[in-house]
């Protein structure tokens, strides 16, 4: 069975852009529209994974394969922010995420009590804001799941998540974090075997589950950033008076790629230096 375990819609909430928040949403893309696009892709279940929202279930709970999931935004110990998909939840469960947001050690331990999958999503992508070793220490001693596929963000962001999660043992999943409908099921997960929503959630846990699909590339978030200023325009008429600002998203795209490899790369390269001590400490001499 395939999901793509990472997608958007309308209720993911305003953008993070200082100029823009209050008149930007994260995504204009209709959850009925949403769950067309992903069938049509080949997706054997569907979910949403909107920002601290689980608004987009209303249209969708009348379908048989569809579970309610969401990206939670939670505060790590040493105050940094995380994104942590977690899946087939209940609204209560939403409520007591939500409640728990703001402490990453309590929330953790509510969801290993719920026995609920979750993922630390795009752990090597600036998308919310800095890191720090005590960061990747505590998500290696801790998150049970890491994003190691986000059809979003450069490849070098990826590998880096797939090696994090390769030297800590940890399961994998992936999907497209679409914020417009063309980029939705570009990245998703495969439970093998699976014949139920309770089969390909328990071959999450086991670590069983592979990912498929593309990284993100300059192209295909130069396309969504233009659907989202498209969506905008449509949904607020006097904003397209800032249609001519348009012309510069190619440039804003473009630094936004080189900022993130870099950061990726920077990650990466730390990470390895405080590995590498560690396995020589553990290998016998020669």
Known sequence: MKCDLHVHTVHSGMCE???????????????EEVYASLKRQGMDLVTVTDHDSIEAAEPLRRHADFFLSEEATCQLPGGGLLHLGIYDITERDHLEIQRRAGDFLALAAYLRERRLFYSANHVFSSLTGSRTLADFAWLASIAPAFETLNG???GISNSGARSFAGWHGKAVMGGSDAHALPSLGTAYTVAPGARSKEDFIGALHAGRARVE???????????????IAAGMMCEIPWTRALAPFALAIPLVTLGNRIRESIFARYWMMRLERERTPRILETEPAL
């Open 17 to 31: 852009i200082p100029v823009l928040r209050r008149l930007c949403r994260e995504s204009y893309s209709d959850p």
């Open 152 to 154: 979003a963000v450069p």
């Open 213 to 227: 699909g593309e990284s993100g590339g300059y192209f295909k978030l130069t396309r969504d950033v233009l659907c």
